[in-house]
Every structure is written in C-alpha cells, then in structure tokens.
C-alpha cells in the first residue's frame, strides 16, 4: 500500500495538467494569454475542489470518493482524448481553435481535476497514514513520500516526449491507469472511516485478500495492546 498508493496518485496523468498545463492548452491551439488564463483557472478549481473532500471524507467514506474520483477522471480523459483526437488526429497539427471547442476543453479538464482534488490528490496522504499500525508508521509514510515524489520527477520528464509520440492518446494511457485505480480501490482497499489506528490489524484480518497475509497471533497481541491501552486511559 505505500507502495501503490502514491504511485497510483501520479498515474492518475494529474501532473500532466497540473506542472504543463500552460504548454498542454497552447499545444492544443491556444493562445499564449489564453494558455495562462486556462492553467490559473484549473488552479482555482483544484483548490476549491480540496474542501469536497474535506467536508465529504468522514461522510462519504474514502472508498466512495477514490471511486468516484477515478471514474470521473477515466471519463474525461475519454473525452479529452476524442476532442483532440477528432481535431489534429494524429499529424498533431495546431490550426485555430472554434470557441466552442475551446469552452468544452477547458471545462472538461476543470471537471477532472476537480475529480482528482476531492479524491486522489488528499486521500492518497490521508490513507497511507491511517492503515498502517503504529510500530511500522514512520517507515511506511516514508516509503509513501519516496514514491510519490519518485514518480512526480518520472512523469514530469517523461510528459513532452510522451506528448510529441503518443499525442492525443496519452490521454487514453493514464485513463487506462484511472480504471486500474478504479479496480484496486475497489478489490484491494478496505475502508478505513471511523476505524482508529490500533484496530487495523483486525481489518486486514476480516480482508478477503489481505487477510491471508496477517496471523491469528498478530491479531491477538494487537487486540489485546488496544483492551489495554483503554483500561490503562480509563481511571
């Protein structure tokens, strides 16, 4: 899971938008004020979009907002991907943009990264740090932050040479690894809404998958640490 976690946050292509979004709406046939104009309004929506998931993650549950996210994410890459599809194909050649055609683009992207700021983009540091049991914390998030940064530095090297090959259908590419997210978050991921840290141990018990992972034994000690640990708060 600290693994997975924040490299599947970065193969959600939000960097993309996010670190070359000035480049990506001019490549696309914008101008240079409208290229900037575009990257300061997704901004925007990625902040306010960050309250969402402040408001909803208690409520909502961490699953039901990792999956919406990934789906409405999948989905716009889809659409982005067959707008500029349809307009360059694959000789990638600028012409001026119709308004209209400008509007959808920019909307759409706004959409998906509001899906990310309320899902991926805050769950993927919320969750790491609430499954791991307290005597291995410190070194999962470390292996957390390690990846999520690695995998910042191999997508934002890769994206321009990415771009100029696969044009449009690199937007397919990291819609494929949003269903993927999709998938694992949905198999692989038990809710942890409500669960306090000492009870993690009996979650991955209870998991279909990962519970063949985790001992009768380890469960044992970590319920009995957890009685203890309340009778000794209690006066």
């Given at each position: 899971?600290?693994?997975?976690?924040?490299?599947?946050q970065q193969l959600?292509g939000i960097?993309v938008?996010?670190?070359y979004?000035?480049?990506?709406f001019?490549t696309?046939g914008?101008?240079?004020?409208?290229?900037?104009?575009?990257?300061?309004?997704?901004g925007?929506v990625n902040?306010l979009?960050t309250?969402?998931s402040?408001?909803g993650?208690d409520?909502?549950?961490?699953?039901?907002l990792?999956?919406e996210?990934?789906?409405?994410?999948?989905?716009?890459?889809?659409?982005i991907?067959?707008?500029?599809g349809?307009?360059?194909?694959?000789?990638?050649?600028v012409?001026?943009?119709p308004?209209w055609?400008?509007?959808?683009?920019?909307?759409v992207?706004?959409?998906?990264v509001?899906?990310?700021?309320?899902s991926?983009g805050?769950l993927?540091?919320?969750?790491?740090?609430?499954?791991?049991p307290?005597?291995?914390?410190s070194?999962?998030q470390?292996v957390?932050?390690?990846?999520?940064?690695f995998?910042?530095?191999v997508?934002a090297?890769l994206f321009?040479?990415?771009?100029?090959h696969m044009?449009?259908?690199l937007?397919?590419f990291?819609?494929?690894?949003?269903?993927a997210n999709?998938?694992?978050?949905y198999?692989?991921l038990?809710?942890?809404k409500?669960?306090?840290?000492?009870e993690?141990?009996q979650v991955?018990?209870?998991h279909w998958f990962w519970g063949r992972?985790?001992s009768?034994?380890?469960t044992?000690?970590?319920t009995?640490m957890g009685?203890?640990g309340?009778?000794?708060?209690?006066?």
């Amino acid at each position: 899971m600290a693994f997975l976690i924040p490299t599947m946050q970065q193969l959600t292509g939000i960097n993309v938008i996010m670190f070359y979004a000035p480049v990506l709406f001019k490549t696309i046939g914008f101008g240079n004020d409208a290229s900037l104009m575009s990257a300061v309004i997704t901004g925007i929506v990625n902040m306010l979009s960050t309250f969402v998931s402040i408001y909803g993650v208690d409520k909502w549950g961490r699953r039901a907002l990792f999956l919406e996210g990934s789906t409405q994410m999948l989905i716009c890459q889809i659409i982005i991907t067959a707008c500029i599809g349809a307009k360059f194909g694959v000789s990638g050649e600028v012409t001026d943009l119709p308004m209209w055609f400008a509007v959808i683009v920019v909307i759409v992207i706004c959409i998906y990264v509001a899906a990310y700021a309320w899902s991926w983009g805050p769950l993927a540091w919320l969750v790491p740090s609430e499954i791991f049991p307290l005597e291995i914390r410190s070194a999962a998030q470390s292996v957390t932050v390690s990846m999520n940064m690695f995998f910042t530095f191999v997508v934002a090297q890769l994206f321009l040479t990415m771009l100029c090959h696969m044009k449009f259908g690199l937007f397919m590419f990291f819609a494929f690894f949003d269903f993927a997210n999709s998938l694992f978050v949905y198999f692989f991921l038990p809710e942890t809404k409500g669960i306090p840290i000492e009870e993690m141990t009996q979650v991955w018990k209870d998991h279909w998958f990962w519970g063949r992972f985790v001992s009768d034994d380890e469960t044992a000690v970590k319920t009995e640490m957890g009685i203890n640990g309340n009778h000794n708060g209690n006066p």
